[in-house]
Structure formats: structure tokens, C-alpha cells
């Protein structure tokens, strides 16, 4: 005769199994959100904070990558001198285009060099501290590395920086939905001076990645009234208004023929 107390426990025990099963379901599922073969610098969308200690400087930038090869970048940079806002667009890598407080500068190549170097800088850091990439971060987890000879070298292809050995990177990397991934860094690098022999550097940053493909904020359709356009692979110096009438696809179009090979 089974005792009533067996009789209860069978329940609780069937219960246990299943949510034992469950949880392995939810961390296989979890664990295969975004592919092993995925590398930090392939999301399609990036958020980045990051903390020029002890400079006054703090930015926030949010980078969306099109299908189509296009970028574009919203942002908010502080300075002691005060603030700078604003979108650039580069399309196909040969021309610019901005809106905001950004496109008051005549020249728009060197305002894109920041977010662009600092972005290629998230990337690297990324990829020397969790060179699993991506698909391996299941759980938030420390990640870091260091170097004590080799410095550390980047060409966003806008820009390029060199930040000296001895240097190390820390923090922390974590799901943050499906196909989502927060991290945390500080980055401390050797940046020398007269006053300073010994000096080091230290940027901290704070941000996102998004790596299921949505739709690119603005379709071909986008009109591109009150935004200023410069063709960087025309060696043009400075941005001019966009003519009337011109929209994203137009331009789009304009660079890809430009791009093709003569026949």
C-alpha cells in the first residue's frame, strides 16, 4: 500500500523533472541565439558609452549597420566646451551626409573619425577579451587581457590610432535578450608625457550590440531635405547642402555607379 506522503511527493518530484528539462531548454536556446561563428564587430546595431576619464569628454553613440554596406551614426559628444549632436550616413564609403548640430562643420570627414576609431577600438578590445566571440556568452561573465610589449593598433579606414604597451582591458560581457549582448570595459593604456613619464590613460565604456537583423532606420525613400552631402571619394573638402528633391536611394545610386569599374 503506498503511503499517502509518497503520494504527494510524486507530484512535486514530476514537477521537479520538468523544470530541470525546462531550464536545459531555455540555456540551449539562449546558448544558440546568435551563431559560434559570429564575430563582436558584426551586430547591426551598437550602442557604445564611453568615458574619456579625467578629460571632461563623454560620448554616446548608436551605430547601425545596413545590409547594404551603409552606416549610420546618431550621436551625442560632451565636452567642456560644450555639446555636439547629430546623424551621419556614410553610403557605400564614398560620401557623407549629416544633419544636426554636426553638419555645421564645413569639413564632415573629420567629425565621422571619432565614433569610427572608437567603435574599430570596442571591437578590438572585444575580440582580445572574449575571443569567443559573441555566441560563447551565455551568462555575464568577466572577460579581459593585456599586453606588455605589443601596442595596440587600429585603421577604422576613416582613421587610425596606436595606443602603447604596456596596456589591459577588463570587465564584464552578458546576454541582454535574444540575440542581444551588453558589456562593461575599462581600457588603461601607457600615454606618456614630459610631466609624466609614467603616465596612463583610462577610457571606460558601457554598450550594446544587437545582432538579429532589423530594418535599416532610413529606406531609400528617405528625402534628404536639410541634410549636407560630401563625396570624400571626389577628394571634396567641404559639405554642401543636398539638392532638392535628392533622397537616400538617389544617392545610394550615385555611389554605386560611381563604384562600378569602366567597361
Known sequence: MTHPTERRDAPLACLATVL???????????????????????????LLDVNFVDTGFQARWEYFHCACGDIL?????????GVLTGEMLLI??????ARGMVSLS?????MLQPPSIMLHLAF??????????????????????????????????MAT????????????????????????????????????????????????QDYRRDDFPYPDTTSLA???????????????????GLTLGALRQEALELGRPEA
Not at 551614426?73 to 566646451?81: G, L
Not at 557605400?92 to 551626409?97: E, K, M, R, Y
Request: hydrophobic share 35%; with cysteine.
Open 226 to 244: 536639410g541634410w549636407k552631402v560630401q563625396w570624400i571619394s571626389k577628394g571634396e573638402l567641404e559639405a554642401v547642402d543636398a539638392p532638392e
Open 161 to 208: 590610432g596606436k595606443f602603447p604597451a604596456p596596456w589591459t582591458v577588463t570587465g564584464e560581457a552578458w546576454p541582454s535578450g535574444e540575440g542581444q549582448r551588453r558589456f562593461e570595459m575599462k581600457f588603461e593604456f601607457t600615454n606618456p608625457d614630459a610631466i609624466e613619464p609614467d603616465g596612463k590613460t583610462l577610457f571606460t565604456f558601457s554598450g550594446g
Open 73 to 81: 551614426v546618431r550621436m551625442e559628444q560632451s565636452a567642456p566646451d
Open 106 to 110: 564645413p569639413d564632415l570627414e573629420p
Open 20 to 46: 530541470v528539462m525546462l531550464l536545459c531548454w531555455v540555456s540551449t536556446a539562449q546558448a544558440e541565439d546568435i551563431p559560434k561563428t559570429k564575430r563582436w564587430h558584426e551586430p547591426y546595431v551598437t
Open 124 to 157: 578590438a578590445l572585444l575580440e582580445r577579451a572574449a575571443p569567443g566571440g559573441p555566441g560563447t556568452i551565455n551568462e555575464r561573465q568577466t572577460i579581459g587581457a593585456d599586453a606588455l610589449l605589443k601596442d595596440l593598433e587600429l585603421n577604422s579606414g
Open 92 to 97: 557605400d564609403g564614398q560620401v557623407l551626409a
